[in-house]
């Protein structure tokens, strides 16, 4: 079994700043592709960035030059950071890797925009 624990989040003013880690309980040397998604009350989950056992990084267009996913391999820990926050990146982020099934999922962590 694989946990994944979240953290990060928080409140932030439109423009501003957060760094989301996921810190994964096995090596992560070998997941050869982990992501964080999303999911805003009311709407459906949704994919925002993938990460490579490479280093080859995708984003979905709403947050492409705004969002930074990396890995650190040596602390089997993905990061995203989100810069040039908008309300409508208001959402509960969470992070997965690849494995039975689904697949392994964090609890999610809250990140909310407001003024």
């Known amino acids: 079994q694989v946990q994944l624990v979240e953290s990060g989040g928080g409140l932030v003013q439109p423009g501003g700043s957060l760094r989301l880690s996921c810190a994964v309980s096995?090596?992560?040397?070998?997941?050869?592709?982990m992501g964080w998604y999303r999911q805003a009350p009311g709407k459906q989950r949704e994919l925002v960035a993938t990460?490579?056992?490479?280093?080859?990084?995708n984003y979905r267009d709403s947050v492409n030059g705004r969002f930074t996913i990396s890995r650190d391999d040596a602390k089997n820990t993905m990061y995203l950071q989100m810069n040039s926050l908008k309300p409508e990146d208001t959402a509960v982020y969470y992070c997965h890797v690849p494995g039975v099934g689904d697949g392994y999922w964090g609890q999610g962590a809250q990140v909310t925009v407001s003024s």
């Open positions: 990460i490579t056992a490479s280093g080859d990084t």
């Open positions: 096995k090596s992560i040397f070998s997941i050869w592709l």
